[in-house]
């Protein structure tokens, strides 16, 4: 059963506004720090909760110093507070930065209280980018009548299941000539490829998304199918139990589950990468889609998937 409430509590911490810890602790620790910095975010947020002795109320103002530090380049930024009540009614600070974080960069956050010197702080490595290889799509037919058609997409340099798998199908609306995207509801089939030890294998059914998109679209008169988009969001070692394993009891152990120095809480980091492409004219005609014709991917994909008007299947 922990395999299906890990996720729960992991969608906590990357969200920075659950308080696993009691904020009541006899500890010479002065701050919990949750946060997830955030590959798809022009701003981050991470969440700062003092460690009390008494019961006080914890929006009262902190005064403390929160910045965050690259550390391949020692770019400084200071962060901001703000007071935030939460939908249960609690009050609590989270702090925030304009900041695009970068694949393979350390990011360091750094709590530091006004008037003294024992720091808290953490470090998250943000996950490296793959190198995406998609390959030519296969057709077969079943008894002369059944088309099978799969596409196969290798994500080289991801060792293991990510996070989450997204996938966008974007068309040309011919009704006010504008792009148009449409997310399904299902991921591609995805599971590691065999014999190699950092490869990550999607293999996408290519007449199951479009028996979904024609059961909502009309695409016979109305959609030219521009592009095909995948996205996969991986996260950092930290989110990783110690050992690999959700051990009930390791984990409920106070701070196991935590990379925070002089303090208790997790920082963690999130990346999010994208492969998009584009069906050959012959091979949308023999998938049923009306082809876009010779449109640079360049000017499809301009903006990431996922811009457009996005409606579910």
């Known amino acids: ?156 340099g991801v060792s293991s299941a990510p996070f989450e798998i997204e996938q966008w199908y974007r068309f040309l609306s011919l009704a006010d000539f504008t792009f148009k995207d449409y997310k399904l509801s299902y991921a591609p089939l995805s599971r590691a490829l065999e014999g190699t030890a950092d490869v990550w294998e999607m293999d996408k059914d290519l007449i199951q998304d479009r028996d979904s998109l024609s059961s909502k679209l009309d695409l016979n008169t109305f959609y030219h199918l521009a592009g095909i988009a995948l996205r996969i969001t991986i996260l950092d070692d930290n989110f990783v139990p110690p050992g690999g394993e959700f051990d009930r009891e390791i984990l409920a152990q106070p701070g196991t589950l935590s990379n925070v120095t002089n303090g208790f809480g997790l920082l963690g980091s999130v990346g999010r990468f994208s492969a998009e492409w584009i069906l050959s004219e012959s091979h949308a005609l023999e998938l049923g889609y009306l082809p876009l014709g010779d449109v640079a991917p360049e000017d499809i994909w301009k903006d990431p998937p996922g811009t457009y008007e996005v409606a579910r299947h």
């Open 1 to 156: 059963m922990w395999k299906f409430i890990f996720p729960i509590l992991l969608l906590g911490v990357l969200t920075a506004c659950e308080d696993s810890v009691s904020p009541i602790i006899e500890s010479s620790r002065q701050y919990t720090l949750f946060g997830t910095l955030d590959m798809a975010r022009d701003s981050q947020f991470v969440r700062v909760i003092p460690i009390r002795e008494t019961l006080t109320e914890e929006g009262q103002e902190l005064e403390v110093n929160v910045r965050s530090i690259e550390l391949s380049t020692q770019q400084t930024l200071e962060w901001r507070d703000s007071v935030h009540t939460f939908a249960d009614g609690r009050i609590g600070h989270i702090f925030f930065a304009p900041l695009r974080i970068r694949p393979s960069n350390t990011y360091r956050i750094e709590i530091l209280p006004t008037g003294g010197d024992l720091t808290t702080h953490a470090e998250t490595v943000v996950p490296d980018k793959p190198r995406i290889e998609i390959l030519d799509p296969t057709f077969e037919f079943v008894l002369t009548t059944r088309l099978l058609a799969r596409q196969r997409i290798l994500w080289h």
